[in-house]
C-alpha cells in the first residue's frame, strides 16, 4: 500500500543553519504531496504542497520539490531560526479515482534550531 | 488560524467512559476527516465524511463512531475507553483547487483516559 519514509530525528541545527528532512514515498500513480508542522502544543499547519511531479512547493522560506523519479520530496531551508523548532510531517493523498483524499503521514522528524 | 475549530480542547476521563468531540469545518468545505495522533501509532486517518455522509473508514475502532450533521459540524463519538484511547484527535476540512484536494487542521483535541 501507499506510504511515507521521513528520515528520523530529532535534527539539531544552529541558526541559520541549512535544513534538509528528507521524504520519500510509495504510491501508485500521481499522489498529492504536502509538508505539515506542529509546532509545540499546537496542531498540523500546512506549510507546503506539490500536486504534479517537478512542482515546487515553498512557503515562510521552505521548499519542497516533487520528484517522481526518486519518489522523494525533500524539505529544505537555507537558514533555519529557532522560531522553527517543530515537528515537520511530510504526507501524501493518493491520486483520483478510488481514493478519499486521506492523507498518508510519516512519523514526523523532530527538528531543534540553538540560538 | 485554519478555519477549523474543534471541542473541547482538552478532555480527562475514565476507562469505561464514552466521550464526544466535536468539529466545524471551515466555512463551505463539505468533507470533514478525522485522525489519530498517538506516540505509538503516529498519525492516523479514521473516518470522513462528506456532506453527511459516511466516505471512507480507515483505522477506526468499532467502539469508535462518528456522524455529520446537516450544518455540517461533525461529531467523532468514542465509548468504552481504554487507556491506549488516550491520543490527540484532529478534525481537518478540505478544499478543492484544479481538481486537487487540500486539508486544513483543527487544533485537535487532547484526550487522556485514566
Known amino acids: 500500500g501507499d506510504s511515507v519514509t521521513q528520515m528520523e530525528g530529532p535534527v539539531t541545527l544552529s541558526e541559520e543553519a541549512f535544513l534538509t528532512i528528507n521524504c520519500t514515498y510509495t504510491a501508485t500513480g500521481y499522489p498529492s504531496l504536502f509538508w505539515y508542522v506542529q509546532y509545540p502544543g499546537e496542531g498540523l499547519q500546512l506549510l507546503l504542497k506539490?500536486?504534479?511531479?517537478?512542482d515546487k512547493g515553498s512557503n515562510k522560506g521552505f521548499e519542497a520539490t516533487y520528484r517522481k523519479e526518486t519518489t522523494s520530496f525533500h524539505l529544505e531551508k537555507g537558514s533555519v531560526q529557532v522560531s522553527d523548532s517543530a515537528v515537520y510531517f511530510c504526507a501524501l493523498s493518493p491520486p483520483f479515482p478510488g481514493n478519499t483524499g486521506k492523507l498518508i503521514f510519516g512519523q514526523g522528524t523532530t527538528l531543534q534550531v540553538k540560538p | 488560524d485554519s478555519g477549523v475549530t474543534q471541542t473541547p480542547k482538552h478532555l480527562i476521563t475514565a476507562t469505561g467512559q464514552r466521550v464526544t468531540l466535536r468539529c466545524s469545518p471551515r466555512s463551505g468545505d463539505l468533507s470533514v476527516y478525522w485522525y489519530q495522533q498517538s506516540l505509538d501509532q503516529g498519525l492516523q486517518f479514521l473516518i470522513q465524511?462528506?456532506?453527511?455522509?459516511?466516505?471512507a473508514k480507515g483505522n477506526i475502532l468499532e467502539r469508535f463512531s462518528a456522524q455529520q450533521f446537516p450544518d455540517l459540524h461533525s461529531e467523532l463519538n468514542l465509548s468504552s475507553l481504554e487507556l491506549g484511547d488516550s491520543a490527540l484527535y484532529f478534525c481537518a476540512s478540505s478544499v478543492f483547487t484544479s481538481g486537487k484536494e487540500t486539508q486544513y487542521f483543527g487544533p485537535g483535541t487532547r484526550l487522556l483516559v485514566l
Open positions: 506539490a500536486t504534479k511531479a517537478d
Open positions: 465524511y462528506y456532506n453527511g455522509e459516511e466516505r
